[in-house]
């Protein structure tokens, strides 16, 4: 934890208020020569516009100035951890094991792998195997689980689950995992994988047990022509946050209808609740569960995919439909509502970036009403909530439901 | 001292200027569906537009995003120490006797009283003696005094003073006191009040001789039907704070006409001047000395108390009754004027609130005049000097003072 979060945490009180932050995945965009508008200033937002007029509008700063986070310490810092600090950080093999959808234990220790293509000295030629198709990756990784369970290896779970082209993932469970594993990648041609090695003493014994399954997996595809080796990168566990629970006490539930999201929040200690993808889908569901939380993380991940393929009047589109849905949220009676990203991407970049993202918050008894008359980027700057680090977000939150108590006297 | 003041320390200079900081207790307020212009926006200010006219805007945050400060804190920040910092931390046993108006000395160790009752085995049947009433309390502290005059306890000194219903002070002198010591309050009913514990081995002797103490003022009430208990909490010291005039190079002069507030500045090493309590009666005595000091600490409180009481047209009449006022200030010819509040009390919410307090920084030599036209919140969110923590407008002053030299060449 630091200072702040310390400091929320020491203040933090139950109360009979609810919060809604409701998360536009990559919404902030770019004005520019060759887009003038962004999307939501593109968009026609009827009830975004009567909400701004009721609301305070900002920015944040997901990570640092200058800095594209990815979308696991962009959700963190809204959730008020520090994306930067060592300890949220979320390892490259649990976060592609999110990403295809998997439950990550936090016992587990989840790696990438690669498919990869070794001469008959072993020497590798190809480290990603010819990028092979997708469905060959699916072939190759039922023939992994296969030899696996044949060979029955007696102190670890094992599940290879294929991702795109050459990708997989494999999780381990089992007792005592110690994810302090380097890759067996070499990052180079014409050597051999590397064997799994422990970067910790206490993570020998594991890396012994990594070792005799590669050797399992080796052997179940020594005869392909193409994918004949395994190379295993980014050994990680779901990194142990302290839970938004014991935090901010709160009974935070998580509304998101992909898997990265629901797993960065139920590392954070929401409760992931069950959900369709698109906001119409989303919102009938946390009515539902109104009585089961006062915390509601409620993700909508179109606006992101829109902008990731450029695809500007797609992001309007769906800009469009979250405020067609807008009354129905409102008509739930939140004390707090904030409606901000995890991070910008704006459509002409294609990707992320570091640029500050919009915020509104909505709260009826305690939100100072400024004088925003829309919900986009530029009105956002003048906002009188000013431009914050995103991990402050949360206090704001908690502040205007009433749950921070008064700090000295 | 955080990095901040180490390093304002490092640059203060004396100069022949005067800064004045008029601290309006709790001025700021919110703007809500229901209360639409804030009291400051209502408030018919002749002179303060013209001021904002000539000057620069911009907002302070007390002690961090979303927190709500007490009275000391936003003082401390506004002070220049950080408010958080657990060596600006005062004790609730201080800020009662501060409450109260007593003086406490840099040695003195003062604690929260509570009578309580107990059975004939000695158990705590009531811990609030049924919140007997303030003439009741006021009796039994005589009583209380009288008894330890008669017991002539030889190395403590010990002042009771009655407090609000049930409540009271216990203020103690003496040679090598230590406030390390643990509530005598169980929290729980059923059992006898705790003995006096240290929780530093230096608190050992303090312990034993409250220990006396206690037995003496148990003895006091023994045969009263409810009040037969005392229940002490929050022992503490005056944090042990640099002061001002060896921070800054300042002379620094009060002019409060609360107790709570002339505390915490002579807790900061400002001198206390004695004045009245309304605006109209603290000017006068302020040009009285406006040779004795060149940093002016103005505390209004009733723009606060209005706002606690709910009742904003109070506190519109209150910010109208310092806007008449302000000419005869501003005729002393400061230097340097600022205008702001230790925290925010908005009329809706009756309590101090964690939004960011306006702030009006007026210096005809060296200030930058903005775009300002008026003081209030949403102008003062649009304001040249931004939205800063409040423990960096010390520097600001100091600055625009001509009080802090070059930092490197």
Redesign the interface.
């Known amino acids: 934890m630091d200072?702040?979060q310390t400091?929320?945490s020491r203040?933090a009180q139950p109360a009979a208020t609810r919060i809604v932050l409701l998360v536009l995945d990559g919404v902030g965009d770019l004005r520019t020569a060759a887009q003038p508008r962004t999307a939501l200033e593109q968009a026609a937002t009827p009830h975004f516009d009567a909400l701004a007029r009721?609301s305070s509008l900002g920015r944040l700063v997901p990570v640092a100035t200058g800095v594209t986070p990815g979308s696991g310490p962009g959700h963190l810092a809204l959730f008020g951890y520090d994306p930067a600090s060592p300890a949220a950080d979320i390892g490259r093999g649990v976060l592609e094991a999110l990403g295809l959808g998997l439950e990550v234990t936090p016992q587990a220790v989840a790696a990438r792998g690669n498919f990869a293509t070794a001469d008959a000295a072993g020497r590798l030629t190809d480290r990603r195997a010819g990028r092979i198709p997708t469905a060959e990756c699916e072939r190759l990784c039922a023939r992994l689980n296969a030899a696996v369970a044949a060979a029955g290896l007696p102190d670890l779970g094992v599940a290879v689950h294929p991702g795109e082209g050459h990708r997989f993932v494999v999780l381990l469970s089992g007792n005592d995992l110690h994810p302090a594993l380097a890759d067996t990648d070499p990052q180079q041609l014409g050597v051999p994988p590397l064997a799994a090695r422990a970067l910790e003493g206490a993570a020998a014994a594991t890396a012994a047990r990594v070792d005799r399954l590669i050797a399992v997996l080796q052997a179940a595809i020594a005869g392909e022509p193409r994918a004949n080796r395994v190379l295993l990168r980014g050994f990680s566990r779901l990194p142990h946050l302290p839970s938004v629970a014991d935090l901010y006490k709160v009974r935070a539930g998580a509304f998101a209808g992909y898997p990265l999201y629901r797993g960065v929040a139920g590392a954070c200690g929401m409760r992931v609740v069950p959900c369709g993808r698109r906001i119409g889908e989303i919102l009938p569901v946390v009515a539902e569960h109104w009585d089961d939380f006062d915390f509601f993380f409620v993700h909508v991940k179109q606006t992101d995919q829109a902008a990731e393929d450029g695809d500007f009047a797609a992001k309007v589109r769906v800009i469009e439909e979250v405020d067609a849905a807008l009354p129905a949220l409102l008509d739930l009676g939140p004390d707090v509502l904030a409606v901000s990203a995890d991070h910008s991407t704006p459509a002409p970049m294609r990707a992320h970036s570091w640029h500050p993202v919009p915020l509104l918050l909505h709260a009826?008894?305690?939100?100072?009403?400024?004088?925003g008359e829309r919900f986009h980027e530029l009105e956002a700057a003048?906002?009188?909530l000013?431009t914050?680090p995103a991990r402050?977000l949360?206090?704001?939150?908690?502040?205007?439901a009433g749950r921070?108590?008064?700090?000295?006297?």
Not at 364 to 371: L, R, S
Not at 404 to 409: D, E
């Open positions: 200072d702040h400091l929320l203040l009721r009826p008894a305690t939100g100072f009403v400024d004088a003048r906002g009188a000013g914050l402050e949360m206090g704001l939150l908690l502040a205007h921070l108590a008064k700090f000295g006297a």
